[in-house]
């Protein structure tokens, strides 16, 4: 009984949760925090929680290196090995190989007996970091990112066209985009549909649609490529099509940072990592595109949230006079939940977690961590957060309209179970996509017929996969 219920221990005055004992709010300890960057944390959460517990003396490990190094995984676990912090900010790939360390601490059943509103989080968030955790729960996260269909009003109702809807087919959304007049690059460019503003990678759009379907192009367990089907094939052709009539925007390989016209700088929160955006990719922002596939990182820099981008006018405005125009100024806009198939008609791929909070499973502080992440992950910052942060609350409660935008479209799809069954080499992914681009781009250049690339991208697909197992 002792074990599986909150006690208090005969002269101690404590509760103790899962063997946790509970923090006094004027009792004296110390917290070593593994966080980006020492002055971030205190000022997103550290001060108002030092406030909470005045005693309690807060060291914060940078891990600003860590994020930066060739491999962030391997430099995470020697700092956890040479730094012991109790309370570890890790990303998704970290905090995976940690928990499959045994380095995490399992929060399940102090969430229980603390009664920390977990039924709160969005089921999908908690699907992920388990399915992370082989199963178990080691970790709160207290924001994520997913995808949706974001549309242009002017335009659709410039060309009369019917304005888009939630749970639409991939078909569908295809169809309406080659409904709008194809204007091909330059200033007055006009496309159907345009990728991720931050998409190099003409492949994406065409992995995306067929993990909607439930196809998987890779199997890691036989080790084998199976991409040149049938099935595969029609999705190839139906995007190709798009990339060659301009329709469907076909990614920069460069990311749009083409420095011949007004580019944007942007810091992400939590990681201290900049994005560089160019004309070729901010066609939705400039009005040049119907629809867009898109994270909220799109939706902030459109005004909604708290991104705050630093606009730079190279070229039109070399000497940085003036106050610039903040791009997608003047786009009416909304959206939609992304695309999905109608096999499938309520999962959807493209969530990932941003800061992942995990304790450290060898922690002598466990009741002052389990405070911290207790409180980073509460209502109580998600409301705060609300009105400042750009990324979207992992609580549903906060899913609400922002400034009239249909904000629970990127709330409204459950996580792909499949999707999660997947696991390939590292870095074999990446390196399929560029060599599946470039096959691409010589269909679009009429370089290399269908069939050809397809076949090609089978054979150097198989061999970048047994090279990546071995």
């Not at 099509?241 to 944007?264: A, E, W």
Request: with cysteine; hydrophobic share 35%; aromatic share 8%.
């Amino acid at each position: 009984m002792l074990a599986l219920t909150a006690c208090t221990f005969p002269g101690s005055g404590k509760e103790k949760e899962n063997g946790v004992e509970s923090l006094d709010r004027e009792e004296a300890g110390s917290l070593k925090v593994a966080y980006f960057q020492s002055q971030a944390f205190f000022t997103q959460y550290g001060n108002a929680f030092q406030a909470m517990f005045p005693k309690l003396e807060i060291e914060v490990v940078s891990t600003e290196s860590v994020t930066r190094a060739d491999d962030p995984v391997a430099q995470m676990q020697k700092l956890v090995d040479s730094e012991q912090p109790d309370v570890l900010v890790l990303s998704e790939a970290q905090y995976e190989a940690l928990a499959k360390d045994g380095r995490l601490y399992d929060l399940e059943a102090v969430i229980k007996q603390s009664k920390f509103d977990i039924d709160s989080f969005h089921p999908a968030v908690i699907d992920l970091l388990k399915a992370y955790g082989g199963g178990k729960l080691y970790g709160l996260s207290p924001s994520f990112s997913s995808q949706a269909l974001y549309y242009n009003k002017s335009l659709f109702d410039q060309y009369k066209i019917d304005y888009p809807k939630d749970g639409m087919s991939w078909d569908e959304v295809l169809q309406l985009a080659a409904r709008f007049p194809v204007k091909k690059g330059g200033d007055n460019a006009l496309y159907g549909l345009s990728p991720s503003m931050q998409s190099t990678d003409a492949f994406a759009l065409i992995r995306m649609i067929g993990e909607a379907k439930g196809l998987g192009y890779a199997d890691s367990d036989s080790g084998t490529v199976s991409i040149n089907t049938p099935e595969w094939k029609e999705i190839f052709k139906a995007v190709t099509d798009g990339y060659k009539s301009g329709v469907i925007q076909l990614p920069s390989s460069g990311g749009g940072g083409d420095s011949s016209g007004p580019t944007v700088s942007m810091t992400m929160e939590g990681s201290g990592k900049s994005i560089q955006l160019g004309p070729d990719s901010m066609r939705f922002m400039s009005g040049q595109s119907a629809m867009a596939i898109d994270s909220p990182i799109l939706m902030n820099m459109l005004g909604v949230g708290a991104a705050r981008p630093e606009v730079r006018k190279q070229n039109a405005d070399p000497g940085g006079k003036g106050e610039p125009k903040s791009p997608g100024e003047g786009v009416v806009w909304d959206v939609v939940t992304v695309p999905v198939d109608r096999s499938r008609p309520d999962v959807a791929g493209g969530m990932s977690l941003d800061n992942v909070f995990a304790i450290n499973a060898a922690s002598n502080n466990l009741a002052a961590a389990w405070e911290l992440v207790k409180y980073i992950n509460g209502e109580q910052v998600a409301k705060m957060n609300a009105k400042s942060s750009s990324s979207l609350s992992s609580r549903t409660a906060q899913a609400t309209e922002s400034d009239g935008k249909n904000i629970g479209a990127f709330y409204a799809l459950g996580l792909d179970p499949q999707s999660l069954l997947q696991t390939l080499p590292e870095g074999f992914a990446e390196s399929f996509a560029q060599m599946a681009s470039e096959h691409i781009q010589k269909v679009v250049n009429g370089t290399a017929s269908l069939d050809e690339a397809m076949k090609a991208i089978q054979s150097q697909g198989q061999d970048l996969l047994t090279k990546a197992k071995q």
